[in-house]
Structures are given as C-alpha cells and as structure tokens.
C-alpha cells in the first residue's frame, strides 16, 4: 500500500519567512510533485522531480524551489513566503513502470501565510 | 490553454440517482485518463482509470467511459450515496509520447449529493 507523508497538515507563517514543506514516499517511486490547490483553480504544478538531484519546474514555479537529496523525499521550499502563497500544498509521487500510470497523493499542507 | 476541461464547477444530485460528471480534453497524445476524489483538508485519492485502448471501465458504483473521437470522457456514479459528495478532477497523461510527462489536471468539479 502505497504512503505519501507530508511534515505537517498546517501551518502558519509570517510574510517573509522561510518555509519548508517535506513530502516522503516509501514505495521506491521515481517521480515526485509538489502542487498548490486553490479554490476555482483545481490543481496546479509547481515543481516536479524524475530522480534525484533532477528537478523540472511545472506551470507555477515562481516563488518556489525544491530540493530532492534522496529518492524518498522531495522538499518545497518557499524562500521568503507571501500572503498570495497561502493554499493547500499536495505532494505526489508516481512509479514509471508499466501499468503505473496512478499518481500517488498526500494528505496535503494547508499553509496560511499572515 | 487548458488541455483537460471540466466545464461544470459544481453538480448536485439526489441521493440514489446517476452522477455524471463530464471532461473534455484538447491534446490528442493523450492515452491515459484518471479520476481522482478529493475531500477537503485531504490528498486527493485515485478512484478509476481508463486507457485509450478501451471506452468503458467499472469498478463497482463507478464507470469511466471514453469517447476517443469527441476527445470526451465521463464519470458515472450510481447509484449516488452522501459519501460521494467530493470535489472530483479529470486527468489525463501521453504515456505512449514519453513516460516522463506529467498528469494534467482538470480544475475539479464539486458533486453535492443531496438527501
């Protein structure tokens, strides 16, 4: 059964701070993302990952960067958060073998910056 | 440029009747079609897939079908129970173009089933 983990389900930040949010998969997946979810917006891509150390920006990078160090894990870092970054952050992964098409799903960050 | 559509924001259905929500896709390269249920404060969690290859896929309450030429494709759940009640995304991947390319979302559709 496949476990996607986020760090937390909420947080709160101030304008200005940096922010990390942590995503860890335990099923060896190649492929990790990081989205934002807002209302009337659905999901969009911020950054996405085929291996470590490999990172591609998605439609939204602006703001964000990531970091992956280790095939389990892949961290979105805001460097100086901003009250427009407030929204729920989802992390993905996804297998590349045959008839594994299925992203996987976290339970999501709802981060509020003030 | 959106390449997977859900034209409808939010659907309301009584409870015991058909759900039918609709997505509509532009890019031809795409082989691959996922629903996915999100409740609020959580993930998002896969429901049904279909491949480009078959028009019809089921799984218990829930079937997926694909009409390849109208670049079309519906999710139908019957009979509706409360729990369904979700925001549901449309998503669509070119597996056979490159096994790297990511999944396109749909911006969801919020299904309320009412009592």
């Known amino acids: 059964d496949v476990k996607v983990t986020q760090s937390s389900r909420y947080l709160v930040k101030r304008t200005g701070e940096k922010v990390f949010l942590e995503c860890v998969q335990d099923?060896?997946?190649?492929?990790m993302f990081w989205y934002r979810q807002d209302p009337g917006l659905g999901l969009r891509l911020i950054y996405f990952?085929?291996?470590?150390?490999?990172?591609e920006k998605g439609d939204i990078p602006e703001g964000y960067s990531v970091s992956r160090e280790k095939k389990e894990r892949f961290s979105l870092i805001l460097e100086s958060a901003s009250t427009n970054q407030t929204s729920m952050y989802l992390c993905?992964?996804?297998?590349?073998?045959?008839?594994?098409?299925?992203?996987?799903f976290g339970p999501g960050t709802r981060l509020l910056v003030l | 440029d959106q390449q997977v559509k859900q034209n409808s924001p939010s659907l309301s259905v009584q409870e015991g009747r058909i759900s039918i929500l609709n997505c509509d896709y532009t890019?031809?390269?795409?082989?691959?079609f996922l629903w996915y249920k999100k409740y609020p404060a959580e993930g998002p969690t896969f429901l049904i897939s279909?491949?480009?290859?078959?028009d019809k896929n089921e799984d218990g309450r829930f079937t997926v079908f694909l009409n390849k030429s109208a670049k079309h494709l519906s999710l139908h759940i019957v009979p509706s129970q409360p729990g369904d009640s979700a925001v549901y995304f449309c998503?669509?991947?070119?597996?056979?173009?490159?096994?790297?390319?990511?999944?396109?979302f749909g911006k969801g559709t919020r299904l309320h089933i009412l009592p």
């Open positions: 990952s085929y291996d470590v150390k490999m990172k």
């Open positions: 993905a992964s996804r297998s590349m073998g045959v008839g594994e098409e299925t992203q996987y």
């Open positions: 279909i491949s480009s290859i078959k």
């Open positions: 998503a669509a991947s070119a597996e056979r173009v490159n096994r790297d390319d990511k999944i396109i």
């Open positions: 890019n031809s390269m795409f082989d691959y």
């Open positions: 099923m060896d997946h190649e492929n």
